[in-house]
């Protein structure tokens, strides 16, 4: 109701299911679509997954409880541009849809956190205590070493200044105050986002921070 009573956004169509979001999605080539993580069915990280499989324009925007979903995080890698808490304020959640649109991802440094802690971290119980069950520790461990020598590598092809700039982007940092950081010109931040993102073969800004995170550039405690 938000969203169609705004100006300059359009809704074009509403899901109660994952597959009818999918599907709806291929039918209408929205800009955005805001994703819910349970629905019936199919969930919102699977549907996520399928509406950017193909590598069209339409870019999701995740809308989650992230204190109750332990699996929010799984929709970095499904393709996700974007997240937004429930709670968040009205022109928040406008913003976040208004950023997304525009090509660039929403990256909330608190939220960013918190997910990437669960991403490096592993899967948060069902019991809620947050870590790993009986026996994991060891296998999470394992594949956290494996990915940061996967992310090591693919940062090599890129120049020190593009290194430092892909450290402030997983803190979480925009590209205006990553200008003033290092005392750039936004153009040129974004000259260097643009390479980055080709270099290392990365869909958008979330998938930087990801890596950025599984090379050890940023921690995180931040």
């Not at 709670?87 to 406008?94: E, G, N, S």
């Not at 990437?116 to 296998?139: D, E, K």
Request: charged share 20%.
């Amino acid at each position: 109701m938000v969203i169609a009573e705004t100006a300059d956004v359009e809704v074009v169509g509403e899901a109660g299911t994952g597959a009818e979001a999918v599907r709806l999605a291929a039918e209408l080539r929205p800009d955005v679509v805001v994703m819910d993580i349970r629905m019936p069915g199919m969930d919102g990280i699977e549907a996520t997954r399928l509406v950017t499989a193909d590598g069209g324009p339409t870019r999701v925007v995740v809308l989650t409880t992230f204190d109750e979903d332990e699996h929010v995080y799984a929709a970095l890698h499904a393709g996700a541009s974007g997240f937004l808490v429930k709670d968040m304020a009205l022109d928040d959640i406008l913003g976040a849809v208004r950023v997304v649109a525009a090509g660039d991802a929403l990256i909330a440094p608190g939220v960013t956190r918190r997910l990437i802690g669960a991403f490096v971290g592993g899967r948060p119980s069902r019991s809620g205590t947050g870590g790993p069950g009986p026996g994991a520790r060891g296998v999470t461990a394992a594949a956290a070493a494996v990915a940061a020598v996967a992310a090591e590598r693919r940062l090599a092809a890129i120049t020190g200044r593009e290194r430092e700039i892909l450290t402030l982007v997983g803190r979480g940092l925009s590209n205006t105050e990553i200008a003033a950081e290092l005392v750039l010109s936004i153009a040129t931040v974004k000259t260097y986002m643009t390479r980055l993102l080709a270099k290392l073969d990365a869909r958008d800004r979330v998938q930087l921070v990801i890596l950025a995170y599984e090379a050890g550039l940023v921690s995180v405690s931040g």
